[in-house]
């Protein structure tokens, strides 16, 4: 069943501007992941952050994690155009390895 | 490392037949493989997870007997969408895990399936 939800639904922004989404789960998580999928195409992972951790970084992204409030951020600096997708969050519980997908955020960043 | 191949990409079938979808990895034993369903502007919804030489565990609303899921070896799953409507157009996505432990899924690129 869906879990995550993200916001915005919808982002647009210019080069070099910096992107956050949000992502909100209800139930208690083993681990959060951040995947991107270009428009028609498959999922690329991006990120994974465990329970116990509290940000995670990996290149121009970073990501928070606070388990209290059920909610996870995606920040990506210095956005490109080729950064143009939509990003999903997805959660795996202790019950599981499949995971919940959130509903996306599509961003657009315009040269 | 890690590569997950679908195929076909894209098929385009009449109404009331059958279409297979083949889920490889290429370099790694999947013990685990999980099939999504994708429809335009939306989430990834799982329809079902499946380990190797077991019966497939399928979700809440996702009919087994119309979705038939078989995992026979560790690098291949196959999703057969029997007597195919048109509702049943969408992306289908398969993912694999056992490569980076169980908590890793490795997404293949896609199916898009047409019924007309």
């Known amino acids: ?111 | 490392g890690a590569v997950v191949s679908q195929h076909p990409s894209w098929v385009i079938c009449k109404s009331g037949t059958s279409v297979k979808i083949e889920c490889r990895s290429l370099d790694f034993q999947a013990t685990t493989m999980f099939w999504y369903r994708q429809f335009p502007k939306q989430s990834l919804m799982l329809m079902a997870t499946s380990n190797e030489g077991s019966k497939a565990t399928y979700e809440q609303g996702v009919e087994k007997d119309k979705f038939l899921i078989n995992h026979a070896s560790l690098t291949l799953s196959t999703l057969t969408v029997t007597s195919a409507h048109p509702e049943d157009s969408s992306f289908y996505i398969c993912s694999a895990s056992g490569a980076g432990g169980v908590h890793e899924q490795f997404f293949g690129p896609g199916t898009r399936l047409t019924v007309l």
Not at chain 1, 5 to 14: N, Y
Not at chain 1, 20 to 37: A, E, G, P, V
Request: hydrophobic content about 30%.
């Open chain 1, 1 to 111: 069943s869906q879990q995550g939800e993200e916001d915005p639904q919808a982002l647009s922004i210019q080069e070099g501007e910096n992107a956050t989404m949000n992502c909100s789960y209800k139930t208690s998580i083993n681990n959060l992941q951040w995947y991107r999928q270009n428009s028609g195409r498959g999922l690329v992972h991006l990120i994974l952050i465990r329970s116990n951790e509290r940000e995670k970084h990996s290149g121009r992204l970073r990501v928070t994690l606070d388990t209290s409030k059920k909610s996870s951020s995606l920040l990506i600096t210095a956005s490109r155009a080729a950064d143009t997708a939509s990003y999903f969050c997805a959660t795996d519980s202790n019950s599981g390895y499949a995971l919940n997908f959130g509903k996306g955020t599509s961003l657009l960043v315009t040269p």
